[in-house]
Protein backbone atom coordinates (compact mmCIF):
# COMPACT_ATOMS: atom_id res chain seq x y z
CA UNK A 1 0.00 0.00 0.00
CA UNK A 2 1.20 3.14 -1.12
CA UNK A 3 2.15 5.87 2.01
CA UNK A 4 -0.60 7.94 2.87
CA UNK A 5 0.23 12.03 2.34
CA UNK A 6 -0.07 14.23 5.36
CA UNK A 7 -3.39 15.46 4.88
CA UNK A 8 -5.10 11.68 4.34
CA UNK A 9 -3.39 10.95 7.42
CA UNK A 10 -4.96 13.75 8.91
CA UNK A 11 -8.06 12.82 7.94
CA UNK A 12 -8.12 9.57 8.77
CA UNK A 13 -7.22 10.59 12.45
CA UNK A 14 -10.35 12.89 12.34
CA UNK A 15 -12.45 9.92 11.74
CA UNK A 16 -11.13 7.99 14.36
CA UNK A 17 -12.68 8.15 17.22
CA UNK A 18 -10.94 10.69 20.20
CA UNK A 19 -10.00 7.52 22.68
CA UNK A 20 -7.10 6.41 19.86
CA UNK A 21 -5.63 9.71 19.96
CA UNK A 22 -2.88 11.16 22.47
CA UNK A 23 -4.94 13.99 24.28
CA UNK A 24 -8.51 14.74 25.55
CA UNK A 25 -11.09 17.36 24.97
CA UNK A 26 -13.06 19.41 27.57
CA UNK A 27 -15.02 22.74 27.57
CA UNK A 28 -13.44 25.42 29.31
CA UNK A 29 -13.97 25.66 32.78
CA UNK A 30 -16.99 28.63 32.98
CA UNK A 31 -18.42 25.94 30.28
CA UNK A 32 -18.63 22.93 32.06
CA UNK A 33 -21.79 23.35 33.92
CA UNK A 34 -25.64 24.03 31.75
CA UNK A 35 -26.92 26.56 32.83
CA UNK A 36 -30.52 25.83 32.56
CA UNK A 37 -30.13 23.00 34.98
CA UNK A 38 -26.93 23.02 36.64
CA UNK A 39 -25.78 19.42 35.83
CA UNK A 40 -22.47 19.05 34.32
CA UNK A 41 -22.15 18.08 30.40
CA UNK A 42 -21.27 14.88 29.41
CA UNK A 43 -20.10 13.14 26.39
CA UNK A 44 -22.54 12.65 23.91
CA UNK A 45 -22.33 9.29 22.72
CA UNK A 46 -25.57 9.85 19.84
CA UNK A 47 -23.86 12.31 18.02
CA UNK A 48 -20.10 12.27 18.45
CA UNK A 49 -19.03 15.10 16.32
CA UNK A 50 -21.10 17.39 18.83
CA UNK A 51 -18.92 16.41 21.91
CA UNK A 52 -20.74 17.33 24.68
CA UNK A 53 -24.33 17.83 26.02
CA UNK A 54 -26.56 18.04 28.87
CA UNK A 55 -27.55 14.77 30.36
CA UNK A 56 -30.70 16.15 31.20
CA UNK A 57 -31.83 17.49 27.93
CA UNK A 58 -31.92 21.16 28.24
CA UNK A 59 -30.31 21.84 24.40
CA UNK A 60 -27.41 23.76 25.67
CA UNK A 61 -23.80 22.81 25.27
CA UNK A 62 -20.32 23.86 25.65
CA UNK A 63 -19.34 26.38 22.92
CA UNK A 64 -15.72 27.38 23.97
CA UNK A 65 -13.17 24.04 23.74
CA UNK A 66 -9.50 23.04 25.32
CA UNK A 67 -7.12 20.16 24.44
CA UNK A 68 -5.55 18.67 27.26
CA UNK A 69 -2.43 16.81 26.59
CA UNK A 70 0.15 14.74 28.18
CA UNK A 71 3.15 14.78 26.20
CA UNK A 72 6.88 14.12 27.24
CA UNK A 73 6.07 14.10 30.76
CA UNK A 74 4.39 17.46 30.93
CA UNK A 75 0.58 18.35 30.96
CA UNK A 76 -0.50 21.08 28.38
CA UNK A 77 -3.60 23.00 27.98
CA UNK A 78 -4.14 24.25 24.34
CA UNK A 79 -7.00 26.66 23.53
CA UNK A 80 -6.39 27.85 20.02
CA UNK A 81 -4.68 26.64 16.84
CA UNK A 82 -1.43 28.15 14.72
CA UNK A 83 -3.16 30.75 13.84
CA UNK A 84 -4.51 32.35 17.82
CA UNK A 85 -8.16 30.99 16.60
CA UNK A 86 -9.80 29.95 19.50
CA UNK A 87 -11.56 26.69 19.91
CA UNK A 88 -15.02 27.65 19.49
CA UNK A 89 -16.85 24.49 18.45
CA UNK A 90 -15.83 20.86 19.13
CA UNK A 91 -15.87 19.87 15.27
CA UNK A 92 -12.59 22.76 15.52
CA UNK A 93 -11.21 21.35 18.64
CA UNK A 94 -10.96 18.16 17.22
CA UNK A 95 -9.85 18.77 13.79
CA UNK A 96 -6.88 20.29 15.73
CA UNK A 97 -6.46 17.07 17.96
CA UNK A 98 -6.22 15.14 14.85
CA UNK A 99 -3.30 17.70 13.40
CA UNK A 100 -1.49 17.65 16.37
CA UNK A 101 -1.14 13.71 16.69
CA UNK A 102 0.03 13.87 12.92
CA UNK A 103 2.39 16.28 14.25
CA UNK A 104 3.29 14.08 16.64
CA UNK A 105 3.61 11.03 14.54
CA UNK A 106 6.28 12.73 12.39
CA UNK A 107 7.78 14.09 15.23
CA UNK A 108 7.02 18.03 14.03
CA UNK A 109 5.16 18.51 17.18
CA UNK A 110 5.99 22.21 19.06
CA UNK A 111 3.65 22.69 21.92
CA UNK A 112 4.72 26.39 21.84
CA UNK A 113 3.34 26.69 18.56
CA UNK A 114 -0.31 26.51 19.84
CA UNK A 115 0.68 28.79 22.82
CA UNK A 116 -1.19 32.26 22.36
CA UNK A 117 1.65 34.61 23.39
CA UNK A 118 4.34 32.51 21.65
CA UNK A 119 1.66 32.42 18.76
CA UNK A 120 1.52 36.42 18.88
CA UNK A 121 5.14 36.55 19.29
CA UNK A 122 5.71 35.45 15.55
CA UNK A 123 2.78 37.86 14.30
CA UNK A 124 4.84 39.73 11.28
CA UNK A 125 3.51 42.78 12.67
CA UNK A 126 4.99 42.19 16.15
CA UNK A 127 7.91 40.68 14.59
CA UNK A 128 8.70 44.01 12.14
CA UNK A 129 8.22 46.04 15.25
CA UNK A 130 10.79 44.53 17.12
CA UNK A 131 12.93 44.63 13.72
CA UNK A 132 11.87 48.87 13.64
CA UNK A 133 13.14 48.58 17.38
CA UNK A 134 16.65 47.28 16.64
CA UNK A 135 17.10 49.80 13.65
CA UNK A 136 16.24 52.81 16.21
CA UNK A 137 19.29 51.35 18.40
CA UNK A 138 21.01 51.30 15.53
CA UNK A 139 20.37 54.54 14.74
CA UNK A 140 21.91 55.83 18.15
CA UNK A 141 24.85 53.68 17.45
CA UNK A 142 25.13 55.84 14.60
CA UNK A 143 25.07 52.72 11.97
CA UNK A 144 22.26 54.03 9.94
CA UNK A 145 20.85 57.50 9.61
CA UNK A 146 17.79 59.36 11.40
CA UNK A 147 16.06 60.08 7.60
CA UNK A 148 16.63 56.13 6.52
CA UNK A 149 14.82 55.29 10.01
CA UNK A 150 11.87 57.72 9.00
CA UNK A 151 11.56 56.16 5.61
CA UNK A 152 11.61 52.43 6.99
CA UNK A 153 8.87 53.85 9.69
CA UNK A 154 7.00 54.44 6.43
CA UNK A 155 7.49 51.03 4.83
CA UNK A 156 6.50 49.48 8.07
CA UNK A 157 3.25 51.33 8.29
CA UNK A 158 2.05 52.17 4.87
CA UNK A 159 3.08 48.83 3.03
CA UNK A 160 4.47 45.94 5.22
CA UNK A 161 2.15 45.56 7.57
CA UNK A 162 -0.92 46.42 5.85
CA UNK A 163 0.04 43.63 3.79
CA UNK A 164 1.32 40.83 6.43
CA UNK A 165 -0.67 41.90 9.42
CA UNK A 166 -0.83 38.37 11.78
CA UNK A 167 0.64 36.00 9.46
CA UNK A 168 2.92 33.67 11.04
CA UNK A 169 6.72 34.76 10.04
CA UNK A 170 7.75 31.03 10.12
CA UNK A 171 4.78 30.55 7.44
CA UNK A 172 5.70 33.52 5.19
CA UNK A 173 6.96 31.97 2.31
CA UNK A 174 8.77 32.91 -1.79
CA UNK A 175 4.36 33.37 -3.16
CA UNK A 176 4.04 35.32 -0.43
CA UNK A 177 6.42 38.12 -1.24
CA UNK A 178 5.45 37.45 -5.00
CA UNK A 179 2.35 38.29 -4.29
CA UNK A 180 3.01 41.60 -1.91
CA UNK A 181 5.36 42.81 -5.13
CA UNK A 182 2.80 42.32 -7.61
CA UNK A 183 0.75 44.07 -5.47
CA UNK A 184 2.85 47.40 -5.40
CA UNK A 185 0.78 50.31 -6.78
CA UNK A 186 2.10 50.60 -10.49
CA UNK A 187 2.55 54.76 -9.34
CA UNK A 188 5.52 54.00 -7.26
CA UNK A 189 8.93 54.32 -9.73
CA UNK A 190 10.64 51.48 -9.91
CA UNK A 191 13.53 52.87 -7.55
CA UNK A 192 10.92 53.02 -4.41
CA UNK A 193 9.78 49.72 -5.56
CA UNK A 194 13.30 48.33 -5.02
CA UNK A 195 14.09 49.68 -2.18
CA UNK A 196 10.71 48.62 -0.51
CA UNK A 197 11.73 44.70 -1.78
CA UNK A 198 15.23 44.95 -0.13
CA UNK A 199 14.12 46.36 2.99
CA UNK A 200 11.30 43.25 3.04
CA UNK A 201 14.78 41.15 2.16
CA UNK A 202 16.41 42.89 4.84
CA UNK A 203 14.69 41.79 7.29
CA UNK A 204 13.81 38.50 6.79
CA UNK A 205 17.53 37.92 6.38
CA UNK A 206 17.93 39.70 9.80
CA UNK A 207 15.18 36.68 11.14
CA UNK A 208 17.08 34.37 9.43
CA UNK A 209 19.84 35.47 11.34
CA UNK A 210 18.59 35.14 14.45
CA UNK A 211 17.13 32.19 14.36
CA UNK A 212 13.40 33.02 14.00
CA UNK A 213 12.87 31.38 11.11
CA UNK A 214 13.99 28.77 9.50
CA UNK A 215 14.88 30.00 6.07
CA UNK A 216 14.00 33.26 4.27
CA UNK A 217 11.68 33.75 0.97
CA UNK A 218 13.39 33.68 -1.77
CA UNK A 219 13.77 36.86 -3.51
CA UNK A 220 15.77 35.67 -6.43
CA UNK A 221 13.07 36.68 -8.81
CA UNK A 222 12.18 39.37 -7.27
CA UNK A 223 15.43 41.99 -8.20
CA UNK A 224 14.35 45.46 -9.97
CA UNK A 225 17.12 46.97 -11.97
CA UNK A 226 16.74 50.79 -11.71
CA UNK A 227 17.33 52.90 -15.14
CA UNK A 228 21.15 54.51 -14.56
CA UNK A 229 20.05 58.25 -15.25
CA UNK A 230 22.50 61.07 -15.15
CA UNK A 231 21.08 63.85 -12.76
CA UNK A 232 19.84 67.21 -14.14
CA UNK A 233 22.38 70.28 -13.94
CA UNK A 234 23.03 73.57 -14.96
CA UNK A 235 25.80 75.63 -16.22
CA UNK A 236 27.37 78.35 -13.96
CA UNK A 237 25.25 81.41 -15.73
CA UNK A 238 21.99 79.50 -14.39
CA UNK A 239 23.10 78.97 -10.96
CA UNK A 240 23.56 82.45 -10.99
CA UNK A 241 20.54 83.87 -12.33
CA UNK A 242 18.67 81.47 -9.75
CA UNK A 243 20.51 82.52 -7.04
CA UNK A 244 19.70 86.37 -8.47
CA UNK A 245 15.99 86.23 -7.78
CA UNK A 246 16.75 85.08 -4.37
CA UNK A 247 15.61 87.93 -1.75
CA UNK A 248 17.49 88.55 1.13
CA UNK A 249 21.47 89.30 0.66
CA UNK A 250 22.09 87.06 3.63
CA UNK A 251 20.04 83.95 2.16
CA UNK A 252 22.31 84.22 -0.97
CA UNK A 253 26.02 83.18 0.36
CA UNK A 254 24.56 79.95 1.51
CA UNK A 255 23.53 78.78 -1.84
CA UNK A 256 26.48 80.57 -3.99
CA UNK A 257 28.89 78.39 -1.11
CA UNK A 258 27.24 75.39 -2.63
CA UNK A 259 27.34 76.55 -6.31
CA UNK A 260 31.07 76.80 -5.68
CA UNK A 261 32.04 74.26 -3.21
CA UNK A 262 29.78 71.16 -4.84
CA UNK A 263 29.17 69.74 -1.18
CA UNK A 264 25.94 68.46 -0.40
CA UNK A 265 23.19 70.74 1.20
CA UNK A 266 23.08 69.46 4.29
CA UNK A 267 27.13 69.27 4.96
CA UNK A 268 26.72 72.79 4.62
CA UNK A 269 24.12 73.45 6.48
CA UNK A 270 25.93 71.46 9.67
CA UNK A 271 29.26 73.43 8.79
CA UNK A 272 31.05 74.94 11.79
CA UNK A 273 33.84 77.87 11.80
CA UNK A 274 36.46 75.42 13.01
CA UNK A 275 35.91 73.27 9.94
CA UNK A 276 37.44 75.89 7.64
CA UNK A 277 41.38 76.89 7.49
CA UNK A 278 42.09 79.79 5.92
CA UNK A 279 46.14 79.85 6.56
CA UNK A 280 45.58 75.96 4.07
CA UNK A 281 42.49 77.08 2.39
CA UNK A 282 40.93 73.70 3.19
CA UNK A 283 37.10 72.88 4.28
CA UNK A 284 36.87 69.22 6.38
CA UNK A 285 33.30 68.51 6.33
CA UNK A 286 32.79 66.21 9.32
CA UNK A 287 28.66 66.35 10.05
CA UNK A 288 25.83 66.28 8.02
CA UNK A 289 21.98 66.92 8.85
CA UNK A 290 19.59 64.13 8.88
CA UNK A 291 15.99 64.65 9.31
CA UNK A 292 16.85 67.80 11.45
CA UNK A 293 19.48 65.75 13.96
CA UNK A 294 23.26 66.18 13.42
CA UNK A 295 25.33 63.04 12.12
CA UNK A 296 28.58 63.46 13.45
CA UNK A 297 29.94 62.19 9.95
CA UNK A 298 29.84 62.90 6.41
CA UNK A 299 27.78 60.79 4.14
CA UNK A 300 31.17 59.19 2.77
CA UNK A 301 32.26 58.55 5.98
CA UNK A 302 35.56 60.34 4.94
CA UNK A 303 36.88 63.01 6.72
CA UNK A 304 39.51 64.59 5.07
CA UNK A 305 40.48 68.20 3.94
CA UNK A 306 39.31 69.63 0.77
CA UNK A 307 40.39 72.88 -0.88
CA UNK A 308 38.35 75.61 -0.73
CA UNK A 309 37.21 76.93 -4.53
CA UNK A 310 39.45 79.99 -4.03
CA UNK A 311 36.74 82.62 -5.14
CA UNK A 312 34.75 81.75 -2.21
CA UNK A 313 37.52 82.66 0.77
CA UNK A 314 36.63 86.35 0.37
CA UNK A 315 33.13 86.18 1.28
CA UNK A 316 33.45 83.25 3.84
CA UNK A 317 36.11 85.48 5.83
CA UNK A 318 33.37 88.14 6.15
CA UNK A 319 31.29 85.40 7.56
CA UNK A 320 33.32 83.71 9.81
CA UNK A 321 35.30 87.08 11.46
CA UNK A 322 34.84 87.54 15.07
CA UNK A 323 32.71 84.21 15.46
CA UNK A 324 33.55 81.16 17.90
CA UNK A 325 34.63 77.76 16.54
CA UNK A 326 31.69 75.91 17.25
CA UNK A 327 29.13 78.18 15.63
CA UNK A 328 27.70 77.76 12.40
CA UNK A 329 29.12 78.96 9.20
CA UNK A 330 25.49 79.66 7.43
CA UNK A 331 22.63 80.58 10.09
CA UNK A 332 19.16 81.50 9.02
CA UNK A 333 18.71 84.92 10.23
CA UNK A 334 15.13 84.93 11.12
CA UNK A 335 15.85 81.85 13.94
CA UNK A 336 19.84 82.36 14.61
CA UNK A 337 20.05 78.86 14.08
CA UNK A 338 21.01 77.04 11.25
CA UNK A 339 18.99 76.54 8.38
CA UNK A 340 15.93 73.75 8.36
CA UNK A 341 15.92 71.49 5.47
CA UNK A 342 12.61 72.65 4.52
CA UNK A 343 12.76 76.20 4.82
CA UNK A 344 16.29 75.71 2.60
CA UNK A 345 14.66 74.16 -0.26
CA UNK A 346 11.78 76.44 -0.10
CA UNK A 347 14.18 79.41 -0.57
CA UNK A 348 15.38 77.63 -3.53
CA UNK A 349 12.19 76.52 -4.97
CA UNK A 350 11.00 79.61 -4.89
CA UNK A 351 13.79 81.21 -6.69
CA UNK A 352 13.70 78.79 -9.59
CA UNK A 353 9.60 79.39 -10.02
CA UNK A 354 10.51 83.01 -10.54
CA UNK A 355 13.45 82.37 -12.74
CA UNK A 356 11.57 80.06 -14.84
CA UNK A 357 14.28 76.80 -14.01
CA UNK A 358 13.30 73.87 -12.90
CA UNK A 359 15.84 71.83 -10.88
CA UNK A 360 15.95 70.35 -7.38
CA UNK A 361 18.98 72.31 -5.07
CA UNK A 362 21.43 69.07 -4.82
CA UNK A 363 21.06 68.68 -8.83
CA UNK A 364 21.40 72.65 -9.28
CA UNK A 365 24.28 72.63 -6.84
CA UNK A 366 26.48 69.33 -6.18
CA UNK A 367 25.49 67.57 -9.13
CA UNK A 368 25.97 70.82 -11.49
CA UNK A 369 29.99 71.29 -9.81
CA UNK A 370 30.81 68.01 -10.75
CA UNK A 371 29.68 67.92 -13.97
CA UNK A 372 30.85 70.71 -15.27
CA UNK A 373 34.12 69.88 -13.88
CA UNK A 374 34.02 66.87 -16.31
CA UNK A 375 32.55 68.40 -18.98
CA UNK A 376 35.86 70.85 -18.84
CA UNK A 377 37.47 67.80 -19.19
CA UNK A 378 38.83 67.71 -15.49
CA UNK A 379 39.92 63.93 -14.82
CA UNK A 380 37.50 61.88 -13.24
CA UNK A 381 39.75 61.20 -10.09
CA UNK A 382 39.87 64.88 -9.38
CA UNK A 383 36.66 65.50 -9.34
CA UNK A 384 36.19 62.63 -6.91
CA UNK A 385 38.69 64.27 -4.46
CA UNK A 386 37.23 67.91 -5.20
CA UNK A 387 33.38 66.15 -4.23
CA UNK A 388 34.88 63.43 -1.48
CA UNK A 389 34.10 60.84 -3.64
CA UNK A 390 34.56 57.49 -2.55
CA UNK A 391 36.05 56.29 -5.68
CA UNK A 392 36.32 57.23 -9.75
CA UNK A 393 32.98 55.12 -10.58
CA UNK A 394 30.64 57.54 -9.22
CA UNK A 395 32.40 60.08 -11.39
CA UNK A 396 31.52 58.37 -14.44
CA UNK A 397 27.86 56.91 -13.32
CA UNK A 398 26.83 60.45 -12.31
CA UNK A 399 28.84 63.03 -14.95
CA UNK A 400 28.77 63.52 -18.54
CA UNK A 401 32.54 63.20 -19.18
CA UNK A 402 33.96 65.92 -21.67
CA UNK A 403 36.42 62.77 -23.64
CA UNK A 404 33.14 60.40 -23.90
CA UNK A 405 31.53 63.60 -25.73
CA UNK A 406 34.21 63.75 -28.02
CA UNK A 407 34.43 59.91 -28.56
CA UNK A 408 30.49 60.20 -29.73
CA UNK A 409 31.55 62.93 -32.21
CA UNK A 410 34.12 60.84 -33.83
CA UNK A 411 31.44 58.26 -34.25
CA UNK A 412 29.20 60.75 -35.64
CA UNK A 413 31.69 62.21 -37.91
CA UNK A 414 33.11 58.54 -39.20
CA UNK A 415 29.31 58.09 -39.87
CA UNK A 416 28.75 61.45 -41.90
CA UNK A 417 31.99 60.67 -43.35
CA UNK A 418 30.80 57.69 -45.16
CA UNK A 419 27.45 59.08 -46.39
CA UNK A 420 29.20 62.03 -47.77
CA UNK A 421 31.69 59.65 -49.65
CA UNK A 422 28.68 57.61 -51.09
CA UNK A 423 26.46 60.82 -52.46
CA UNK A 424 29.49 62.50 -53.91
CA UNK A 425 30.16 58.95 -55.56
CA UNK A 426 26.55 58.88 -56.52
CA UNK A 427 26.63 62.07 -58.94
Not at 213 to 237: A, C, E, M, Q, Y
Not at 291 to 299: S, T
Not at 300 to 325: D, G, Q, S, W
Request: charged letters at 30%; hydrophobic letters at 30%.
Amino acid sequence: MADLTDIEKIMQNISRDETDMKGVIRPISRQRYCPGCGEKFKRSHEHINEGYACSSGCGYRPTKFYIDLWWKNRNYFLCSDKTGQPLDSYQRAKTLLAIINSEIQTHTFNPTSYTKSEIEKYFFKNQIEKWLHGKEKDKLKGKIAPSTLRVYRIYVSKYYIPAFQNQDVRDIQTPDVKKFYYELPDTLSLKYQKCLIDTLEQFFSTLADDDEIGKKPSFKKLKITVPNRTPKWIDRHTQDTAISFIEDERDKKSFIFLTRQGVRPSESRALKIKDINFTDGTVTVTRTFSDHEIIEMNKEKNIKARLLNPELIPMLKELCANRFPDEYVFVNWRTEKPYNRNIFNKIWNDACKKAGIAISLNNATRHSVGTQASRAGVPDSDIADILNHCDDRMVKKHYINKDDLEKQRVVFNKINNIANIRKKKKK
